[in-house]
């Protein structure tokens, strides 16, 4: 701003010269007058450009400061939306794993109620036998009848407690299957949750 005044000067030095050896008249105090003007208008020219400058100055400043914390929001911002997408996809990973061991209970599930089934029908079978048994002992109490009889009825005995214990197993493998549910409830809310806008 400075060499902008210089240059401002010099140009009003260059344009009013004093006018060459000529006689004193009445016309140089008019144009020492104008000289003054025309000096006095540039110093106000020079001091208001220069308050101008310094305005311009102050606002380039004030917009950098605010741009620099716009950025820095900016920044902040990426930084909570990257955390929240690594968050859902924790989530989304935790979903497909606990997805794949409810599969997997399923398949148990399924494959005790077919076992449980065989059983029932083979304890069903040898239930019949024993009473075609115990019909025919009712006539003759001895011998081979009587020790088949005691082995029917030990088998019986043992395919109850092998039913009971599938029982147990079953009713183990539902209670993790209604836990598993919960939890796969939970984590589907927290992700409608982290879906949503804020």
């Given amino acids: 701003m400075p060499t902008l005044v210089l240059c401002l000067l010099c140009t ?6 004093p006018a060459p050896a000529a006689p004193m008249s009445g016309s140089e105090p008019a144009q020492q007058q104008e000289l003054t003007v025309l000096f006095h208008g540039a110093l106000q020219l020079s001091q208001a450009l220069n308050g101008m400058y310094r305005d311009t100055e102050a606002q380039l400043t004030k917009a950098g400061h605010s741009l620099s914390l716009y950025g820095q929001a900016l920044g902040l911002l990426g930084q909570d939306v990257s955390q929240g997408q690594d968050a859902a996809q924790e989530l989304h990973a935790s979903l497909l794993e606990m997805q794949m061991e409810e599969d997997g209970l399923k ?23 024993m009473k075609q048994l115990e019909v025919q002992l009712r006539g003759a109490w001895l011998g081979h009848a009587r020790q ?8 019986a005995d043992k395919q109850s407690h092998i039913l009971w214990v599938l029982k147990g197993h079953m009713q183990r493998q539902r209670q993790e299957m209604l836990a598993q549910q919960q939890r796969l409830r939970q984590i589907q809310e927290r992700l409608h949750t982290a879906a949503l806008p804020a």
């Fill in 107 to 129: 398949l148990q599930a399924e494959a005790t109620a077919q076992a449980l089934g065989e059983v029932a029908q083979g304890q069903r079978v040898l239930q019949e036998k």
């Fill in 12 to 17: 009003l030095a260059t344009v009013v010269q």
């Fill in 148 to 155: 088949e009889f005691e082995s029917l009825k030990a088998h």
